[in-house]
């Protein structure tokens, strides 16, 4: 069936949930990465409902018609970049949290609610879910599904893996599909409720998720941030407060280019050249004293610390962080990295980094959860296209991290932008059996064709 077939079946069907417009075709061709698929989508379709996803998967079954599923579109590896010949389904009007069970610590809601609001509604329950991805304002939780999200508390919270129970799941034909339970254990069969997470749209679109919920934290949220005269040495801070045994909520890194770049957009002091800032935060009942015991730890290693136990002015010091992105948008386009490393070899990876800025002539702007090992090197270009020198250094970085011990993406995906490497990492046997996989849930090929996996 042709495309004008197609898309005059989706419209019989699904009436004015199809667009065409030329601003929503546009819009869906690109997401915050800074890459944009070539040509336009045939159709943005934006579900309401779990019955309008079936009737997309099924005509596109039956027409070997490819399909994009897209969240909020604030994705950085190209993952829902819809292009030529595809359509473009949008969860982000699927956004109902369904129900609450403070009993059962979990909530079941639709894929396209925005993290921010998704807390504001549990919070009216004394409850939250942790996943707290920089993008939280503006991302949905079917776009954390679909990546793996991580964010600032994952080192003492876990990731999106770690919250989620189970999954609603349409497969390529338009079956519906349940993955996972209820209940906190469960281990009938594979899991394949981990199996989507991160699987970012190429075996079946998720329509509803079963979250796994914590109770808000009692107690003192404290604030401690270190000043350091460079960024390795702001590294070798955090692994002293890992050594040490303390439990920090949140702990990031920012080097000197990241805290300039933050400190023109809030119009801060600019920071002393070359420093390095880390910034700590705990929470609970023991808050007050693992604050004081870091405070400590960095102080010893010669970092220049500051201690509040006010939570709006901790709040207000994270905001320098949480600002990374909006600041890197101000410099021109950019290309967001995501490598993981050992926490031990954190340090390491800076000193690459360094290294591969003097090599191509580049500055790196980077920031790490420092907790965990996960660094946000930031490529700044000008124009739409990704510069040849800045592929060089980027494929440099990569194979960089892996030298390490580490992952070629720590929470955004690899998408289109990092496929290239994914063999690389996995293995040949590995690689393939994840092939396998791929097929055995679209045996056609249309579940955004293209990405994760080079042809």
Not at 186 to 210: N, P, Q, R
Not at 444 to 451: E, R, T, V
């Amino acid at each position: 069936m042709n495309d004008a077939a197609t898309l005059a079946r989706l419209r019989a069907e699904l009436g004015d949930r199809v667009d065409t417009s030329p601003t929503a075709l546009a819009a869906a061709r690109a997401d915050k990465s800074g890459h944009a698929s070539e040509g336009h989508p045939l159709a943005v379709v934006s579900a309401m409902d779990v019955s309008d996803v079936q009737t997309v998967l099924r005509i596109a079954h039956a027409t070997g018609t490819p399909v994009v599923t897209r969240g909020a579109g604030t994705g950085l590896a190209g993952g829902a970049n819809a292009g030529s010949g595809e359509i473009a389904l949008s969860m982000a009007r699927m956004d109902r949290v369904l129900e609450v069970r403070p009993d059962d610590l979990l909530a079941v809601v639709e894929p396209g609610v925005i993290n921010a609001d998704l807390g504001a509604a549990l919070a009216a329950h004394g409850l939250w879910w942790a996943p707290d991805p920089a993008s939280r304002a503006i991302s949905t939780v079917g776009g954390n599904i679909a990546t793996g999200a991580g964010g600032l508390l994952c080192a003492k919270y876990g990731v999106v893996r770690d919250a989620v129970l189970g999954v609603d799941v349409v497969l390529a034909d338009g079956e519906l599909v349940r993955f996972g339970h209820r209940s906190v254990k469960g281990v009938t069969g594979y899991d394949l409720t981990s199996l989507m997470i991160g699987s970012e749209g190429t075996l079946g679109v998720v329509v509803g998720a079963t979250l796994k919920l914590r109770r808000l934290v009692a107690g003192e949220v404290c604030t401690v941030t270190g000043r350091f005269d460079d960024v390795r040495a702001a590294a070798a801070g955090s692994a002293a407060v890992t050594a040490a045994g303390v439990q920090p909520a949140i702990m990031e890194l920012m080097d000197a280019a990241s805290l300039a770049a933050v400190a023109a957009l809030l119009e801060l002091p600019p920071p002393v050249a070359g420093s390095a800032l880390l910034t700590v935060q705990t929470d609970g009942p023991a808050a007050a004293g693992e604050a004081d015991a870091i405070a400590g730890i960095l102080a010893g290693l010669g970092a220049d610390v500051a201690l509040t136990h006010d939570r709006a002015e901790g709040e207000e010091l994270l905001r320098i962080r949480r600002s990374m992105h909006p600041a890197m948008e101000r410099l021109g386009t950019t290309l967001i990295e995501d490598v993981s490393v050992p926490r031990s070899a954190l340090a390491a990876m800076f000193a690459e980094i360094a290294r591969i800025e003097a090599d191509y002539g580049l500055t790196i702007p980077t920031v790490a959860h420092a907790g965990d090992g996960n660094l946000h090197p930031n490529f700044v270009f000008a124009g739409a296209e990704v510069p040849d020198i800045v592929w060089r250094a980027a494929d440099d970085l990569f194979r960089s991290a892996l030298r390490l011990g580490g992952t070629l993406t720590g929470e955004h995906g690899i998408g289109v932008l990092k496929r290239q490497w994914l063999a690389e990492e996995l293995g040949a046997p590995q690689w393939e059996l994840q092939r396998r996989i791929k097929a055995a849930f679209d045996p056609s090929g249309i579940l955004n064709p293209g990405k994760v996996f080079a042809v």
